[in-house]
């Protein structure tokens, strides 16, 4: 795997801080009744609610803007194209996915297999393969690969994406490629390449950007690549042997 595993991740990411519009009172009263209806509302309202939960920008006073958020419908989109591309309706399911990708900027092959409460958040370049396999309670931003390693490497009729575990969230541009495994409650960080199997509670991080000019003057030995501090993605560093520590060994 091209990026490295740091550690586990601590809590959950992403709960909206609305503390702020619950000390003023009457804020917001009227989007928070209406989404509460919609959330009780079978499928569409758990994504709705689900939106609302992982996304800081939506407050009691913003509530409704979830309705236009794109990662919203194109997983509804995806809904309808899947039941019937399973019902071997193949061309209007490619139709309706192809349509959806031109209105959201996110891609789902209708083959693909999504579980419950997936939010994909602010979704453009999204990239989801006809063989890949999501749980529930997933989370990918915006720039997401879940495709094959080419057509050199894939051949027809078998699987070729990855299996992306429940709880799992998927940083900005990351890529998972191949039929390889994500599990459960893992953290794939901005950016990573991913094309081997990630056991669960893990985090996988890239590295960082460095300079190698500073202030118009080239750096003759510019340092080693570091990766992205674990504490960015809610995890905190072990050694392998079991003890906290600052884990330089385990994360470099």
């Avoid at 919609?38 to 800081?56: I, Q, V």
């Avoid at 990708?101 to 083959?111: D, K, L, N, S």
């Avoid at 602010?122 to 063989?131: D, K, N, P, Y």
């Avoid at 799992?168 to 998972?176: D, L």
């Amino acid at each position: 795997m091209a990026a490295r595993h740091v550690a586990q991740p601590r809590g959950e990411v992403g709960e909206p801080d609305t503390s702020k519009d619950a000390r003023r009172p009457g804020t917001g009263t009227w989007q928070r009744r209406a989404l509460a209806a919609l959330s009780s509302r079978g499928r569409l309202g758990e994504d709705l609610a689900t939106a609302y939960d992982k996304d800081p920008a939506l407050t009691p006073a913003t509530a409704l803007q979830a309705l236009l958020y794109q990662g919203l419908w194109a997983v509804w989109a995806h809904r309808l194209a899947h039941r019937w591309w399973q019902a071997g309706a193949r061309f209007p399911a490619r139709l309706v996915s192809q349509l959806a990708r031109a209105v959201t900027g996110i891609e789902i092959h209708p083959g693909a297999q999504l579980g419950r409460r997936v939010f994909i958040d602010h979704g453009a370049g999204v990239v989801i393969g006809e063989t890949a396999v999501i749980g529930d309670d997933v989370m990918l931003y915006h720039g997401v690969t879940l495709g094959g390693h080419g057509w050199w490497a894939d051949a027809k009729g078998e699987r070729r994406h990855p299996i992306i575990g429940d709880k799992v969230t998927i940083g900005v541009g990351a890529s998972v490629l191949g039929a390889v495994h994500v599990g459960a409650g893992c953290r794939i960080g901005p950016h990573a390449l991913v094309v081997d199997d990630v056991p669960p509670d893990s985090v996988v991080v890239a590295e960082r950007g460095r300079c190698i000019i500073t202030t118009g003057v080239r750096q003759s030995h510019p340092r080693r690549g570091e990766l992205l501090s674990p504490e960015w993605l809610g995890a905190t560093t072990r050694h392998a042997g079991g003890d906290d520590g600052h884990g330089d060994d385990h994360t470099h």
